[in-house]
T-cell receptor, first 112, second 112 residues
Framework: EPEVTQTPSHQVTQMGQEVILRCVPI?????FYWYRQILGQKVEFLVS????????KSEIFDDQFSVERPDGSNFTLKIRSTKLEDSAMYFC??????????FGEGSRLTVL | GENVEQHPSTLSVQEGDSAVIKCTYS??????FPWYKQELGKRPQLIID?????GEKKDQRIAVTLNKTAKHFSLHITETQPEDSAVYFC???????????FGKGTTLSVSS
């Protein structure tokens, strides 16, 4: 069964450092997303990406964040200067167009 | 933007009992309402979904009902089992590819 894959599974970084989280969406999917889940809290939408550009973003997705699809398979989330409050599980997800949103296993980010 | 409210935040039932989780949404344009189950440390996984042209959908022990007039939808789990214990999230979106907005989650505990 096709899966959304994410790397790394866990990253520890110092406050102020840049972090890049990587995702490989399911190959025939058209829409890609990043969500964030702070421990014990709800899944929060960050950004959606379609046709090589951001189609929607939330208030959380400020200038510290950026997304990119550098090649035909990878989809990355960059946090330029991490803050303590960026510590969370980051989920990548993708969808064909309608129907089920498939989540990756997540990348746990710990900012010290 | 869309806002999804979910309650209760925690629900404890005995094995074999039924469990009901309720959600309300704010944007009358929303037309897709999935439910996700998240086990501890894992990704959210779709368990059932409903679209606005349908009032009820059932899949074995799980059912979802939708009341578009009142803007609320509910998850019903019958004959609960210990393996149903997890966090359940409702979500809403208004068209294909747009962001799924999640509720805050319900922690269901099924004791044997």
């Amino acid at each position: 069964e096709p899966e959304v894959t994410q790397t790394p599974s866990h990253q520890v970084t110092q406050m102020g450092q840049e972090v890049i989280l990587r995702c490989v969406p399911i190959s025939n999917h058209l829409y890609f997303y990043w969500y964030r889940q702070i421990l014990g809290q709800k899944v929060e939408f960050l950004v959606s990406f379609y046709n090589n550009e951001i189609s929607e973003k939330s208030e959380i997705f400020d200038d510290q964040f950026s997304v990119e699809r550098p090649d035909g398979s990878n989809f990355t989330l960059k946090i330029r200067s991490t803050k303590l409050e960026d510590s969370a599980m980051y989920f990548c997800a993708s969808i064909v167009g309608t129907g089920e949103l498939f989540f990756g296993e997540g990348s746990r980010l710990t900012v010290l | 933007g869309e806002n999804v409210e979910q309650h209760p935040s925690t629900l404890s039932v005995q094995e074999g009992d039924s469990a009901v989780i309720k959600c309300t949404y704010s944007d009358s344009a929303s037309n897709y309402f999935p439910w996700y189950k998240q086990e501890l440390g894992k990704r959210p996984q779709l368990i059932i979904d409903i679209r606005s042209n349908v009032g009820e959908k059932k899949d074995q022990r799980i059912a979802v009902t939708l009341n578009k007039t009142a803007k609320h939808f509910s998850l019903h789990i019958t004959e609960t089992q210990p393996e149903d214990s997890a966090v359940y999230f409702c979500a809403a979106s208004y068209q294909a590819g747009t962001a799924l907005i999640f509720g805050k989650g319900t922690t269901l505990s099924v004791s044997s």
